[in-house]
């Protein structure tokens, strides 16, 4: 039988993983050294910990249809499309106290609204 070097290099990979790993932890792992199971990968940052959603991602999730620009001296312009959406900002009192405590200093425009910087 003639052995070749890929032949060679799985018998040795094989002997170091046999070598390496316990018996038991053994069954975990295929011949070429890759896991029995599928990486599962779950996220346990507790509630309120973890990155701010930015700004941004706050307009899209409640502005779906928006756009969304910022000004040289850091303004948020953003023209919103919807028209109920609209019309809520200039009239509406619980959009508008909503948006005070989301956003702060924040100003309803015709066609949008803007957010200062802080």
């Known amino acids: 039988m ?13 002997e170091i993983l046999k070598e390496v790993l316990p018996p ?6 295929r011949k070429d050294g890759s896991s029995v199971y599928e990486p599962q990968i779950k996220d346990v940052t507790p509630a309120g910990y973890g990155p701010e959603p ?3 991602d706050k307009i899209k999730s409640e ?10 001296d850091g ?5 919103v499309n919807d028209e109920d959406d609209l ?8 959009t508008q106290r909503y948006m005070t405590d989301e956003f702060g200093d924040w100003a309803a425009t015709d066609d949008g609204f803007v957010i200062s910087p802080a």
């Open 2 to 14: 003639k052995l070749t070097k890929s032949y060679l290099r799985k018998m040795i990979k094989e």
């Open 75 to 79: 303004e948020i312009i953003v023209v």
């Open 63 to 72: 502005f779906a249809a928006a756009t969304i620009s910022v000004a040289n």
């Open 24 to 29: 038991h932890l053994q069954k975990h792992f």
């Open 87 to 94: 019309v809520a900002l200039q009239q509406d009192p619980d």
């Open 54 to 56: 930015s700004i941004e």
